[in-house]
């Protein structure tokens, strides 16, 4: 297939992917070993709007959020079953096709103002999700500095950092999915046999208590897994669904998987089961079973903290666990265990990044071609056939967003992840609405997986909205502080999308609301 046209906008690019090759760009996405490493202190670090540390419940925060992303990944199968077309569109253009396919044309009017609430809104998700991930390279490189130097790194070099990794991720981006996919596959690999090692340590750790331990931070297995309040819950479910994002990407590579009808529907489930289900529940009850007071170190104000305090205070909190196990288990090579780590992390959240770039510029690409983004970002490069420029505009966006994210920790980190939450959110809880609207006149319509899971699902995400506004507006300074940076980078996304819809429509006199031309 040399030159193809589809509705989601995709001249020049060839079908190449299988089920494997779909399912690794989306797992590559979701990143299991990276993300234990970078959230974990995010997560430690969490509060109650009262100041109180909700960190106990952040196993059963992430279950939460897991149960959203399964609910919206059977919405996403669904749609993607019955839009193979949909090209680099995905849920941007699957909106547009809920309200077109209905039999009433008076729906019609209905799908330009979908269409672009969806493709913003997944905007605010993929561009900004780059970014929160050259922040957390940058933050790495910089605990393995200290780790090797005993010198912390000021923002300059953490500044630094970012451009260069960001720069270098476009530079790969740019030449292709092929050698991306390819990528995607050994990173997969190795972060995943890194992750069982490091689990299973962590669990031998706990039962054999080869340090003495005397004040573990949970009293047992299940007091890991349990809930312990609402609150905790919710605030650890609107920071979890960083490391559960990405099943979706795959929906944005119909064009380039060799059949899309069959593959990207499983591809989305699949590489949710592998990594959300089995690798994050298994690692985080591993991770947070084996702290104790023999995790040590010092907050902000220099006081020496333990156990989960140290584990918030600290910028790998996995990092010191590890030397903590190769210590005490495998005869001192406690530094060498951490170092080893810290790489495979740093070629996960290479991988990561990669895989968002592709996602996010495809869509960037479809909406260009529809004209409802700038044209440059619908150049498709001559050789490679990747929309290279939009890569290039989203590489310097990244800087910028990372520069945020380095500039204190965790509390700029903290706020940039939540701003690509908060669209995550939005662009979920649409698209389990258009499943809806999408199955309502359809023949094979399912009670079940047409109207009860995205019905669920799409409550559930706009309860998580609500759950980012509610909780961090009237929480303690540094959780205002992380909603100030939220709130910043949605409004300004928000303001910056309305007013190019208006000034494009208005010397068109295109309405937001019409029935398109037959």
């Not at 059949?259 to 499983?266: E, F, M, Q, S, T």
């Not at 500039?407 to 706020?415: E, H, M, Q, R």
């Not at 701003?419 to 698209?431: D, E, H, I, P, Q």
Request: proline share 4%; with cysteine.
């Amino acid at each position: 297939m040399a030159q193809e046209q589809t509705a989601g906008g995709t001249t020049g690019v060839k079908p190449t992917l299988g089920l494997t090759g779909v399912t690794m760009n989306a797992m590559a996405l979701i990143a299991p070993g990276a993300f234990l490493w970078i959230t974990f202190q995010l997560q430690a670090a969490a509060t109650a709007p009262d100041g109180s540390s909700v960190a106990n419940d952040m196993w059963a925060g992430i279950a939460l959020a897991l149960i959203i992303a399964f609910l919206t990944a059977i919405s996403y199968g669904q749609l993607a079953g019955i839009y193979p077309e949909a090209g680099f569109g995905s849920a941007y253009y699957f909106a547009e096709k809920a309200f077109l396919d209905r039999e009433n044309q008076a729906h019609h009017r209905f799908a330009r103002i979908a269409k672009l609430t969806t493709g913003w809104a997944a905007h605010l998700f993929y561009w900004v999700y780059p970014g929160v991930m050259v922040a957390m390279m940058a933050t790495l490189i910089g605990y393995m500095y200290t780790a090797l130097s005993g010198v912390t790194l000021s923002w300059t070099p953490l500044a630094i950092i970012c451009v260069i990794f960001a720069l270098v991720t476009g530079y790969i981006a740019v030449r292709g999915i092929t050698g991306s996919t390819l990528t995607s596959i050994i990173i997969n690999v190795v972060q995943l046999v890194t992750l069982v090692l490091f689990s299973c340590l962590a669990i031998y750790y706990r039962l054999t208590n080869p340090e003495g331990a005397t004040a573990w931070s949970y009293t047992g297995a299940w007091d890991v897994i349990k809930p312990h309040t609402v609150s905790g819950v919710a605030v650890q479910s609107t920071i979890a669904i960083l490391i559960l994002v990405g099943f979706e990407s795959c929906t944005a590579f119909a064009a380039e998987a060799k059949n899309p009808k069959r593959d990207i529907p499983r591809a989305v489930i699949l590489s949710l089961v592998i990594q959300g289900l089995i690798a994050y529940m298994f690692e985080y009850f591993a991770a947070n079973y084996m702290v104790s007071e023999k995790l040590v170190g010092t907050d902000a104000s220099g006081a020496a903290v333990t156990g989960m305090a140290a584990a918030a205070a600290s910028s790998a909190p996995i990092g010191d666990m590890a030397i903590l196990l190769g210590n005490s288990l495998l005869g001192g090579i406690g530094f060498g265990l951490m170092m080893s780590i810290a790489v495979t992390v740093g070629l996960a959240v290479l991988g990561t990044t990669l895989s968002c770039l592709n996602t996010a510029v495809r869509v960037s690409y479809a909406m260009a071609q529809d004209d409802e983004m700038p044209g440059v970002l619908n150049a498709m490069h001559g050789r490679y056939a990747t929309p290279h420029r939009a890569i290039w505009v989203l590489v310097a966006v990244s800087i910028l967003i990372g520069w945020v994210g380095v500039w204190s920790n965790p509390v700029g980190l903290t706020g940039i992840t939540l701003a690509s939450n908060f669209g995550t959110f939005v662009l979920y809880g649409l698209t389990c609405l258009w499943t809806i609207i999408a199955f309502a006149e359809r023949h094979d319509r399912h009670l079940v997986k047409h109207y009860l899971i995205p019905g669920l699902g799409l409550i559930t995400n706009v309860l998580m909205l609500i759950a980012i506004l509610y909780l961090y507006i009237i929480g303690n300074a540094d959780a205002q502080h992380e909603a100030y940076i939220c709130f910043g980078i949605t409004g300004a996304w928000a303001l910056v999308s309305a007013l190019y819809v208006m000034l494009k429509g208005a010397p068109t006199g295109r309405p937001i609301t019409a029935r398109p031309t037959p």
